[in-house]
């Protein structure tokens, strides 16, 4: 997991007050929303604040709880529960299907954040590597000139736009490869192939660094817990640069896989709907100087997702 070498201190245990307070020994607790908190994020963000005594009381929200596209919806629970801080990690994902489907993810994505945005809590947003247009050979700062490639990547774009813009106090988290023990991802899909199949053509020319959930969720909780709010854009991915390729190699040596052959093919003889950014890693030193951390490498987050899917 990330590591934070500042102050980190908690003082442990809650009493139930009502359903809108709690008192967390004599001081009362701040009222977290996460949205989406049924996809990978949001799950592991809930595994990993059961886990932790904290100053916060977590609100968990997915669509059927909670429609961030509607304002007047949005509006009334930020009141209704006196929400202090929201941490955005709903998100139209589907990047093929989002060609077709524009208007859906203009909505989830921009429209989302925007009411969210608006509600006057300060908030946590999460955004994506897909804003660049991938033709960059160095890792990506916070400033560089964004140009997304695909419907998901622009409508994602539109999200930040409306956090600058409406955000009172803010921070947009862009991150790459995103993947978790739970739902629908890159490692769960190989593995799952790799024990169906003999052979698989794998993209060896797209670079890029997977991103542990578990690491990103903990590195939420450490901004959320710091005491001077320092609203900006910060990029947060594990360390390392690796292509579709070597990643999946590297979850075959984990799981000790053996009977699937891995073969490299170029992105162009790999069709897609939306296209994808060729080269999107992430520059990661602004992050880790604002909130003094020690992100793990690509490798390192990946064997402890390994370890925790083959031991369930």
Same mark, same amino acid.
């Given at each position: 997991?990330?590591?934070?070498?500042?102050?980190?201190?908690?003082?442990?245990?809650?009493?139930? @007050?009502?359903?809108?307070?709690?008192?967390?020994?004599?001081? @009362?607790?701040?009222? @977290?929303?996460?949205?989406?908190?049924?996809?990978?994020?949001?799950? /592991?963000?809930? +595994?990993?604040?059961?886990?932790?005594? *904290?100053?916060?009381?977590?609100? $968990?929200? &997915?669509?059927?709880?909670?429609?961030?596209?509607?304002?007047?919806?949005? +509006?009334? #629970?930020?009141?209704?529960?006196?929400? /202090?801080?929201?941490?955005?990690?709903?998100?139209?994902?589907?990047?093929?299907?989002?060609?077709? &489907?524009?208007?859906?993810? $203009?909505?989830?994505?921009?429209?989302?954040?925007?009411?969210?945005?608006? *509600?006057?809590?300060?908030?946590?947003?999460?955004?994506? &590597?897909?804003? #660049? &247009?991938?033709?960059?050979?160095?890792? $990506?700062?916070?400033?560089?000139?964004?140009?997304?490639?695909?419907?998901?990547?622009?409508?994602?774009?539109?999200?930040?736009?409306?956090?600058? /813009?409406?955000?009172?106090?803010?921070?947009?988290?862009?991150?790459?490869?995103?993947? *978790?023990?739970?739902?629908?991802?890159?490692?769960?899909?190989?593995?799952?192939?790799?024990?169906?199949?003999?052979?698989?053509?794998?993209?060896?020319?797209?670079?890029?660094?997977?991103?542990?959930?578990?690491?990103?969720?903990?590195?939420?909780?450490?901004?959320?817990?710091?005491?001077?709010?320092?609203?900006?854009? $910060?990029?947060?991915?594990?360390?390392?640069?690796?292509?579709?390729?070597? #990643?999946?190699?590297?979850?075959?040596?984990?799981?000790?896989?053996?009977?699937?052959?891995?073969?490299?093919?170029?992105?162009? /003889?790999?069709?897609?709907?939306?296209?994808?950014?060729?080269?999107?890693?992430?520059?990661?030193?602004?992050? +880790?100087?604002?909130?003094?951390?020690?992100?793990? +490498?690509?490798?390192?987050?990946?064997?402890?997702?390994?370890?925790?899917?083959?031991?369930?």
């Amino acid at each position: 997991m990330a590591i934070y070498t500042g102050s980190n201190k908690h003082l442990g245990g809650t009493e139930t @007050v009502t359903r809108k307070q709690t008192v967390f020994y004599g001081l @009362v607790q701040k009222n @977290v929303l996460v949205t989406g908190a049924n996809g990978q994020l949001g799950q /592991e963000l809930k +595994q990993l604040a059961e886990k932790t005594n *904290s100053p916060f009381r977590f609100i $968990y929200t &997915d669509a059927d709880v909670l429609d961030i596209t509607d304002a007047g919806q949005v +509006q009334h #629970f930020v009141s209704e529960y006196s929400i /202090e801080y929201v941490i955005n990690c709903a998100a139209y994902t589907a990047v093929d299907k989002a060609e077709a &489907d524009e208007e859906v993810a $203009y909505r989830i994505n921009c429209t989302g954040a925007e009411n969210l945005a608006r *509600s006057g809590a300060k908030i946590i947003h999460i955004s994506t &590597d897909y804003v #660049f &247009d991938g033709t960059a050979s160095t890792p $990506y700062k916070e400033d560089a000139s964004t140009n997304p490639l695909s419907v998901y990547g622009k409508s994602k774009l539109k999200g930040e736009e409306a956090i600058w /813009e409406f955000a009172e106090e803010w921070i947009i988290i862009r991150t790459s490869w995103l993947y *978790s023990e739970f739902g629908n991802n890159f490692v769960k899909t190989m593995l799952r192939l790799m024990n169906e199949r003999d052979k698989l053509n794998v993209v060896a020319d797209q670079y890029g660094t997977p991103t542990y959930a578990a690491d990103l969720a903990e590195m939420i909780l450490v901004i959320l817990e710091c005491e001077e709010w320092k609203s900006g854009v $910060y990029h947060f991915s594990n360390l390392g640069e690796t292509t579709w390729f070597k #990643f999946a190699e590297k979850i075959k040596e984990l799981a000790a896989v053996g009977r699937c052959r891995l073969d490299p093919v170029p992105a162009c /003889e790999y069709k897609t709907a939306a296209v994808r950014p060729m080269y999107s890693v992430l520059d990661k030193s602004k992050i +880790q100087s604002a909130f003094r951390v020690v992100i793990p +490498q690509w490798e390192n987050g990946l064997e402890r997702c390994i370890e925790k899917l083959t031991n369930r």
